[in-house]
């Protein structure tokens, strides 16, 4: 899928609209996406950082659309996530990068890294299996 056809997909979901999802870069093995800080994403209001939930929602989000192979395909299906949160996520936008590990005829395994400014800098890493269905 492009760039066009991922950001159409993720226009017509209401959660996806949510995180205000901006997709910059697609290819076969890789998706990179942005998403905005809102004030409605603030999981400690004492430092102002991301709530762990929509960091996780977000990498999640951009780990199942990078193993999609058709913009009309049928969701996949989680089947096992990890994610290990590296640093607060202060407010400013994420970028997410995910990366298909394997991709089978039934089965992905997809790796995603969030950061703010430095991708050297990771606010979070995780591990996502997918059921293709």
């Given at each position: 899928?492009?760039?066009?056809?991922?950001?159409?997909?993720?226009?017509?979901?209401?959660?996806?609209?949510?995180?205000?999802?901006?997709?910059?870069?697609?290819?076969?093995?890789?998706?990179?996406?942005?998403?905005?800080?809102?004030e409605?994403?603030?999981?400690?209001?004492?430092?102002?950082?991301?709530?762990?939930?929509?960091?996780?929602?977000?990498?999640?989000?951009?780990a199942?659309?990078?193993?999609?192979?058709?913009v009309?395909?049928?969701?996949?299906?989680?089947?096992?996530?990890?994610?290990?949160?590296?640093?607060?996520?202060?407010a400013?936008?994420?970028?997410?990068r995910?990366?298909?590990?394997?991709?089978?005829?039934?089965?992905?395994?997809?790796?995603?890294?969030?950061?703010?400014?430095?991708?050297?800098?990771?606010?979070?890493?995780?591990?996502?299996?997918f059921?293709?269905?």
């Amino acid at each position: 899928m492009n760039i066009i056809e991922l950001q159409t997909r993720c226009d017509r979901v209401p959660f996806f609209r949510f995180l205000g999802i901006s997709i910059l870069e697609t290819d076969e093995t890789h998706l990179l996406a942005k998403m905005p800080f809102e004030e409605r994403f603030i999981g400690n209001p004492v430092l102002d950082t991301y709530h762990g939930g929509i960091i996780a929602s977000f990498m999640e989000t951009i780990a199942s659309l990078s193993v999609l192979d058709d913009v009309n395909a049928a969701p996949v299906k989680p089947i096992n996530l990890a994610v290990d949160y590296l640093r607060p996520g202060f407010a400013g936008t994420l970028t997410t990068r995910a990366t298909i590990s394997r991709k089978g005829r039934r089965m992905a395994s997809v790796e995603t890294l969030a950061w703010l400014e430095d991708e050297s800098k990771p606010v979070a890493k995780g591990l996502f299996h997918f059921l293709l269905v």
